[in-house]
């Protein structure tokens, strides 16, 4: 019986750590990808080294921020039976692996470099305030979320000692934003009227305004990664294909379909939508096949 009680606290554990999540840390690996170093042994070592303390980190965050919103998550229609708010983790038990695995990430970042570790401390902090209150601060929540995106982006060109150019940063950010503002919008739409209950800052955002911030954000992202392609292909064009400028039709497109499923009530659960659409999906395949040939081989 005792056994049974410990595989089942134990599946719990793996299931509050949220693997499927770790999809978001790839973006370590987009500053070494877009400099076209990754093919580089030592550099691909160092990436995937960093891949696995974020994702380290990143799960010891959840275990935790579930210990922290379990009362808030028993409310919410999806996220009450997550382990720790339906009882089969118990929260001691929890907020201690929670820590444990984030340290682990931590050490292990120390193992790619102090600046790199210093990175990632930066996005404990930042996620541990998140936790104990600035979820609750309207536009500052949604800053902060899209924020650890930024931070993982950021991370994987200190892990490798790549420089981040200024389109990346702005790319990277309010591609960001996008995709937090529309998780928002999603929330808003599914939880209706009892959204605050859930989560405060719900109960502050109209609908309109979270959907003038998602358009926002998804057209400045759209205009600078056409700005920088364009520059790119100026830079780097040797008379070949024009692969830098045609990476952004793709682009283009994911983040026009996003927006539809967006507007039709999916944005909830993002790893759901980029996982569950076909299209987007392929979208995003035949993206990277561009964008890895015009940075791998060449215009």
Same mark, same amino acid.
């Given at each position: 019986m005792a056994s049974n009680g410990a595989a089942g606290i134990v599946s719990g554990l793996l299931r509050a750590a949220r693997p499927k999540q770790w999809a978001k840390n790839v973006l370590v690996l987009a500053a070494p990808g877009a400099a076209g170093v990754l093919t580089h042994r030592v550099v691909l070592e160092r990436s995937v080294v960093a891949l696995a303390a974020f994702c380290l980190v990143a799960s010891g965050n959840y275990i935790v921020n579930d210990v922290v919103d379990r009362e808030a998550d028993r409310r919410h229609p999806t996220k009450r039976h997550r382990p720790i708010a339906s009882g089969a983790v118990p929260e001691p038990t929890a907020l201690v692996v929670g820590l444990v695995v984030g340290a682990?990430?931590?050490? $292990? &970042?120390?193992?790619v470099g102090w600046k790199f570790a210093a990175v990632v401390g930066i996005y404990i902090a930042l996620t541990t305030a998140y936790n104990l209150g600035l979820k609750h601060v309207a536009v500052v929540d949604i800053a902060v979320v899209a924020s650890g995106f930024v931070i993982r982006a950021v991370a994987g060109g200190v892990a490798v000692r790549v420089p981040i150019s200024q389109w990346f940063l702005i790319v990277a950010s309010f591609g960001s934003l996008f995709m937090v503002a529309g998780k928002r919008y999603g929330e808003h739409k599914d939880l209706g009227d009892d959204r605050a209950?859930?989560?405060?800052?719900?109960?502050?955002?109209?609908?309109?305004?979270?959907?003038?911030?998602?358009?926002?954000?998804s057209a400045i992202a759209m205009t600078a990664y056409c700005l920088w392609a364009f520059e790119q292909q100026h830079l780097t064009s040797k008379g070949g294909l024009p692969l830098y400028e045609l990476s952004i039709v793709p682009f283009? $497109? &994911?983040l026009l379909r996003y927006a539809l499923l967006l507007e039709t009530g999916h944005g909830s659960a993002p790893e759901d939508v980029i996982l569950g659409d076909q299209t987007l999906l392929v979208l995003g395949v035949v993206w990277i096949a561009v964008f890895g040939l015009a940075v791998y081989v060449g215009s």
């Open positions: 682990l990430g931590l050490g $292990l &970042a120390f193992v209950s859930v989560r405060s800052t719900l109960g502050d955002y109209p609908l309109s305004y979270l959907r003038y911030v998602w358009m926002t954000a283009v $497109l &994911a």
